[in-house]
């Protein structure tokens, strides 16, 4: 794993902590515990995704701008299905 992020040079851009910093402070406190999973899931994605696109770099900055739109939209509705699942 750690050989292919190396190749793939997976991370933030020029601006990624403070952006990732300004999205969790949009997302609100009960929008973070969506941000965060949802963020991490949506960047394993888009690595994914080039790694089949077969491009060299992957910047995770646009799944952690698509999951603070997700976790403002269905905070609500994507923890009340976590909870009834337990």
Known sequence: IFRLFKYYRG???????ELLFLLMLISGYP??????????????????YSI???HKDSIIEPAFIISALFSLLFTHTILNFVLALF
């Open 11 to 17: 991370g933030f851009g020029h601006s990624g902590p």
């Open 52 to 54: 089949i696109r077969k």
């Open 31 to 48: 929008g973070i515990l969506v941000f965060i999973p949802l963020g991490f899931i949506f960047a394993i994605l888009l690595v994914i």
